[in-house]
């Protein structure tokens, strides 16, 4: 998996995303699921801007998602039907 620890950034973002990615490559490597990475990611990631924004503003950024899925931004390999 990409890793941008080999880049000079002080990018917040892109030092978090590549925290996640090692988390979640050692949560594979010790035969957890994708699907359930996922979920524990989904579920963390929500709780906790819960606790920061409330619930009205996560609401909000939630709601948005659907259009952003349906636009395939999260689709990283697009399958033609």
Do not use: C, S
């Not at 957890?32 to 709780?47: C, R």
């Not at 819960?50 to 931004?73: D, Q, W």
């Amino acid at each position: 998996m990409y890793r941008f620890e080999d880049q000079e950034t002080e990018n917040p973002n892109l030092k978090a995303l590549d925290l996640i990615l090692a988390a979640w490559d050692e949560g594979v490597d010790t035969g957890v699921q994708p699907q359930q990475m996922a979920y524990a990611a989904l579920f963390t990631a929500l709780t906790d801007l819960v606790a920061i924004y409330g619930e009205p503003a996560v609401i909000h950024l939630t709601r948005g998602l659907e259009k952003r899925i349906v636009e395939g931004e999260f689709t990283l390999a697009r399958r033609d039907q």
